[in-house]
């Protein structure tokens, strides 16, 4: 497992951009996958965009492809989520994940709130 802690959500007009982060405050990604999900107020959670951190494979949802882009810094052992051309309906909360694989994410980050306006 990793110990995971998120920053960077808050309130935003639709059309704007908001920059995540998950940091690997004890424990290293290496070797896992690491992933964001979401999930808005009377819905199930749902995948947004995952990665390799030793690199070759990425994930982007349909709903967010072309708009949200994920990204490593290595030194810092964090993982990004840039989210431009924010909707409403990207309104949620946002958690990040790390796992062996895209079937067993064990660490999970505390979650940041979006909150997108019209």
């Known amino acids: 497992q990793v110990q995971l802690v998120e920053s960077g959500g808050g309130l935003v007009q639709a059309g704007g951009s908001l920059r995540l982060s998950c940091a690997a405050s004890r424990g290293s990604f290496s070797g896992r996958v690491v992933g964001w999900f979401r999930q808005a107020p009377g819905k199930e959670r749902e995948p947004v965009t995952g990665?390799?951190?030793?690199?070759?494979?990425?994930y982007y949802a349909d709903s967010v492809k072309g708009r949200f882009t994920i990204s490593r810094d290595y030194a810092k052992n964090t993982v990004y989520l840039q989210m431009n051309s924010l909707k409403p309906e990207d309104t949620a909360v946002y958690y990040c994940a790390a796992g062996r694989s895209t079937d067993s994410y064990d660490s999970w980050g505390q979650g940041t709130q979006v909150t997108v306006s019209s």
């Open positions: 990665i390799k951190w030793n690199g070759g494979w990425t």
